[in-house]
C-alpha cells in the first residue's frame, strides 16, 4: 500500500485487500493509517518516521481484518523518492505472519515441557505400571533399549526375556513391592551396554531412571571420534577455528588452516598483514561474550600465493578476572559464494545476449551522471538508438538472425562509443549511448552520424548479407532540473521523428518536436472521440464512364464533420492513420455507413452502381476482415455486385502478404471487384497484378495535372491504359478536372474517371439528388458528360 508523507492512505493492492478481507476501500483512502494500529501504534509510527527521513522502518504487530479476524503481521516501510531523491510518499509491504506466530508458541510450550524433563534428569526414563506394562518412555529410553520403537502397553518381561531372574529384575520386585528406591549397575547382554539404574514407586507403578555407563568406559574413545569429526566437518566447511593469546599475540589454528589460508598457527600480525587494505578495519572488532547475534564480519584476505579469497569471520573474547585473556572465533571461506553473488549482480544489470549494461544498471548509471553534471555543470547526452529492419529480420530470416544482427550491432557500437562513455541495450532492439563532459551536445550528434555509418557495414550470415539499419534520437541536459525521464523522453521523441522522417537517420531533439508529438496526440484523443460521436461519416465521389458520360458508382471518402473547423478531408488528420487501433477503427465505421447507405438507395430504387471503399494496411492485420465484411453486407442485404473495395501498393508491401491474399482472393471470390489504387506510384506494380486478384487499376491523380502540358504524363497514362486494356482490367483515371484531361483519356480508350471536373464529393443524403438531376447523355460524346 502506499502512505502520504502524514501516513494517510493513498493505494492499497488486490492482494493486500484480500489480505484484510476489504470489500470496498473506498472508506479507508486518506484515512490514518496508524490508528488501527492500537497497542502497536508507536511501532507503526516510528517506522513511517522512519520511512520519511529516508530509511527503512520495520515492526511486527496485531492489526485486526475488516472482518474482526486479528492476524499478526510484519510490516516494512520504505521511502518512496522523488525526481529531487526527497521521500514523497511511503510504500509500505505488510506479510500475514499469524500462522507463524501460532507455531511459535506452540513450539514455545513444546520446547518447555521437553526442557523441563532434559532440566529434571539426564537419564532415560520408563514408567512401568503394577502388572509390569511400560505406559511411558523417553526419547533416550526407546533408543537405547527398543531401537527407537514405542513399547508402551507392553510387558517388560515378555519383551526382555533375559531380565527375568537377574539382580536388575529382583532389585525391580523389590522396589515394587517394599516401595524402596534401588540403584545398581548392570550389563544387558540384549543391548550390549552397561547401565545404571535407579527405581522409585509411584502412585502409577514403578518409574525407572538409568544411563548408559558404557559412555565413561568409552569416554577416551569417543573423545577422539569426536575430535576426528570436528577436523572433517572444518576441512568440509572450509571452516578455520582459532584461538588467540592476547597476551603472547599468538594465533593458535585448526589443522586445516594452511590448506584454507596457506598459513598454520603463528603471530596475529602475519594474518592481518595479509588482510586486504580496505579491510583491515573490519577484522579489529571482536564480540562480548553476551553478544551471540551479531553478524559475521566478511573481508578479503591474501594467500601466500598471491590468490584473493573472501573470508567471513566471527570472534569472541574470553575475560577472566575483567581482563580479555583469549579470543577465539571462526573464518569461512566464502570465495565461492562472493563469486555467485557477482555472477548474479552480472545477471541483474547485463544482457545476457550483448553483455551490455542493460536498462536497469542504464536508469540508475543515468540518475548518477544528471546528479554529478547538475552539481559540477556539465552536459550529458543521450543517443536513443532504434534498429529499422529488425523485425523483418526476425520474421523472414528467422531468430537466430535476429539474435546475430543484435550481437553484431552492440559490437559495433561499442567499438564507437568514446572511452569512459556508456552503451547499454535498452531493450529489445533499442540500444543507449549516454555521454557526459567533456563531449557536448554537438558531439553526440557527430558520434551519432558516425554510428549510423558504422552500422550499414554489412554481415554476413549463413548465405545472405544482412545490413543493419537504425534511427538515432539525441537529447541533451540543457536545463538544470533535466531528469532521467524527461531526457529519455525527449530522445524517443527525436527518435519517433527520424521515424517519421524516412528513418535510417540522426534527429537531435528540439522543443517543436514536442509541440509536434502532443499536436498528434491531441488529434488522436479528439479523433477518437468524433468516432464515438459519429463525426465520422462518408462523402461520395461519382466514378463516371468517359464514353456515356452516365454514373457508374461511386468512391466512399472518408470526411470529419468538426463541431467547430466544418467538414475536413483526410488530409486534416492523415497522422490519425498511423495508429494501427484506431486505422482499424475508421474502416469499420466506413463500412457500417456504406453498407446502410447503399441499402437505403436500393429501397429507393436508386441504381447507384459499385460504392467502393478503401481498406488500410492496419486493417489488413485483422485475419477475419473478409468475413466481417462479408457478413457486414449479409446483415445490411447489401449485393456483392454492389460493393468494390480499394487497397494502395503499401497494402502488399507490409509483412502480412499471405494474409493480404487470402482476404482478398475471399472478397473476391464472394462477388467483391478489387481495385489497385494510385497505380504507378508504387514499387512493383505488375507483381501485384500478376500475384492478387485484381479487377481494377487506378491511374494517380498525380499525372492529371500535367496530361495536357507534358509529354511524359501523357506517355505514362498512355501506358497504363494499353496494359489495362491488354490485362483485361477496368481503369479508371483519379482527379479529372478539366474537360481537355476527360477528352484526352477517353481517345487514349481510358473507359473511367473521376474528380471535380464530375463532381466534388458529397454528403450520402445527397447521392439520390445528384442521382436524379444527373444529366443523362444524348450521345457519346465526352463533351455531354456531366
Known amino acids: 500500500m502506499v502512505l502520504d508523507m502524514s501516513g494517510r492512505l493513498e493505494f492499497m493492492s488486490e492482494a493486500g485487500r484480500k489480505s484484510l478481507e476489504i470489500e470496498d476501500l473506498g472508506p479507508y483512502l486518506g484515512k490514518d493509517w496508524l490508528s488501527p494500529w492500537g497497542a502497536y501504534r508507536e511501532a507503526a509510527a516510528a517506522s513511517v518516521r522512519e520511512a520519511s527521513e529516508g530509511r527503512t522502518g520495520r515492526f511486527q504487530g496485531v492489526l485486526a481484518t475488516e472482518r474482526g479476524t486479528a492476524k499478526w503481521w510484519d510490516v516494512v516501510v520504505n521511502p518512496i523518492r522523488g525526481a529531487s531523491g526527497q521521500p514523497e510518499r511511503i510504500l509500505v509491504m505488510s506479510r500475514d505472519i499469524s500462522v507463524r506466530k501460532s507455531i511459535q508458541a506452540r513450539t514455545r510450550s513444546l520446547t518447555d515441557r521437553l526442557s523441563a524433563v532434559l532440566e529434571s534428569t539426564t537419564d532415560s526414563v520408563a514408567v512401568l505400571d503394577h502388572e509390569w506394562r511400560f505406559t511411558y518412555m523417553n526419547q533416550r529410553a526407546r533408543d537405547q533399549i527398543s531401537d527407537g520403537r514405542d513399547l508402551r502397553g507392553r510387558c517388560v518381561w515378555q519383551e526382555f526375556p533375559e531380565l527375568v531372574g537377574t539382580a536388575l529384575a529382583d532389585e525391580c520386585h523389590v522396589a515394587m513391592e517394599r516401595g524402596v528406591p534401588t540403584h545398581a549397575e548392570h550389563y544387558v547382554a540384549s543391548v550390549k551396554m552397561w547401565i545404571e539404574v535407579n527405581t522409585y514407586r509411584s502412585a502409577e507403578g514403578l518409574t525407572v531412571f538409568f544411563r548408559d555407563s558404557t559412555a565413561r568406559r568409552r569416554a577416551e574413545r569417543a573423545l577422539r571420534n569426536s575430535e576426528q569429526r570436528l577436523r572433517l566437518a572444518l576441512r568440509a566447511g572450509r571452516v578455520v577455528a582459532y584461538e588467540v593469546d592476547v597476551e603472547a599475540g599468538w594465533v593458535t589454528r585448526s589443522e586445516n588452516a594452511r590448506d584454507v589460508l596457506g598459513i598454520g598457527s603463528g603471530p596475529v600480525e602475519e594474518f592481518r598483514a595479509r588482510v586486504h587494505p580496505d579491510d583491515v578495519h573490519r577484522t579489529l572488532t571482536v564480540q562480548s561474550d553476551s553478544d551471540d547475534e551479531r553478524e ?306 436500393l429501397d429507393a430504387g436508386l441504381d447507384c452502381g459499385r460504392v467502393a471503399v478503401n481498406l488500410s494496411s492496419a486493417e489488413f492485420g485483422e485475419p477475419d476482415l473478409a468475413d466481417r465484411i462479408i457478413k457486414l453486407l449479409a446483415t445490411a442485404r447489401v449485393p456483392s455486385e454492389n460493393v468494390s473495395v480499394e487497397v494502395t501498393e503499401t497494402v502488399f508491401l507490409g509483412q502480412n502478404s499471405e494474409l493480404v491474399t487470402t482476404t482478398l482472393k475471399r472478397l473476391h471470390e464472394a462477388g467483391i471487384r478489387i481495385s489497385l489504387d494510385d497505380f504507378g506510384t508504387g514499387y512493383a506494380s505488375l507483381t501485384h497484378l500478376k500475384q492478387f486478384p485484381v479487377d481494377e487499376i487506378k491511374v494517380d491523380q498525380s499525372f492529371m495535372r500535367g496530361l495536357e502540358v507534358r509529354p511524359e504524363d501523357v506517355a505514362i497514362v498512355s501506358a497504363v491504359v494499353a496494359l489495362g486494356i491488354n490485362l483485361g482490367l477496368d481503369v479508371v483515371a483519379e482527379g479529372i478536372e478539366t474537360r481537355g484531361q476527360a477528352k484526352y483519356l477517353s481517345e487514349m480508350g481510358c473507359d473511367f474517371g473521376q474528380g471535380y471536373l464530375f463532381s466534388r464529393p458529397v454528403p450520402g443524403g445527397r447521392v439520390p439528388l445528384l442521382l436524379d438531376g444527373w444529366i443523362k447523355p444524348l450521345d457519346k460524346s465526352i463533351e455531354l458528360c456531366g
Open 296 to 601: 559475521m564480519t566478511e573481508f578479503r584476505f591474501v594467500r601466500p600465493d598471491g590468490r584473493m579469497m573472501w573470508l567471513a569471520g566471527r570472534a569472541l573474547e574470553i575475560q577472566e578476572d575483567g581482563q580479555t585473556r583469549r579470543i577465539v572465533g571462526a573464518a569461512v571461506d566464502i570465495t565461492e559464494r562472493k563469486a555467485a553473488e557477482d555472477r548474479l549482480w552480472l545477471s541483474a544489470n547485463y544482457d545476457a545476449l550483448t553483455g551490455l549494461p542493460n536498462r536497469s544498471l542504464l536508469q540508475s548509471t543515468l540518475e548518477q551522471t544528471l546528479e554529478d553534471a547538475r552539481r559540477e555543470g556539465g552536459q550529458v547526452s543521450l543517443l536513443l538508438i532504434d534498429l529499422d529492419n529488425f523485425k523483418e529480420i526476425n520474421d523472414t530470416i528467422g531468430h537466430d538472425a535476429g539474435d546475430m544482427l543484435l550481437h553484431h550491432v552492440a559490437e559495433c557500437l561499442r567499438s564507437v562509443t568514446p572511452e569512459h562513455q556508456m552503451i547499454a541495450r535498452f531493450g529489445g532492439d533499442e540500444f543507449v549511448m549516454l555521454l557526459r563532459t567533456p563531449f557536448t551536445l554537438e558531439n553526440a550528434s557527430d558520434l551519432a552520424d558516425f554510428a549510423l555509418k558504422a552500422l550499414a557495414r554489412p554481415v554476413a550470415y549463413k548465405d545472405r548479407t544482412i545490413i543493419a539499419k537504425a534511427s538515432i534520437g539525441v537529447a541533451g541536459s540543457a536545463a538544470e532540473d533535466c531528469n532521467s525521464v524527461e531526457l529519455i523522453k525527449d530522445a524517443d521523441l527525436a527518435l519517433y521523428a527520424a521515424k517519421a522522417k524516412g528513418r535510417n537517420r540522426v534527429i537531435l531533439y528540439h522543443p517543436a518536436i514536442r509541440v509536434g508529438i502532443e499536436r498528434r496526440v491531441t488529434l488522436a484523443r479528439e479523433f477518437r472521440a468524433a468516432l464515438e460521436e459519429g463525426q465520422i461519416v462518408p462523402f461520395y465521389q461519382p466514378k463516371v464512364s468517359l464514353r456515356t458520360g452516365c454514373i457508374i458508382g461511386f468512391e466512399a471518402l472518408a470526411r470529419w464533420l468538426h463541431p467547430r473547423d466544418g467538414v475536413l478531408t483526410p488530409a486534416a488528420f492523415a497522422s490519425i492513420f498511423e495508429d494501427a487501433e484506431l486505422s482499424v477503427a475508421v474502416g469499420e465505421r466506413m463500412f457500417e455507413h456504406v453498407a446502410g447507405d447503399v441499402r437505403r438507395w
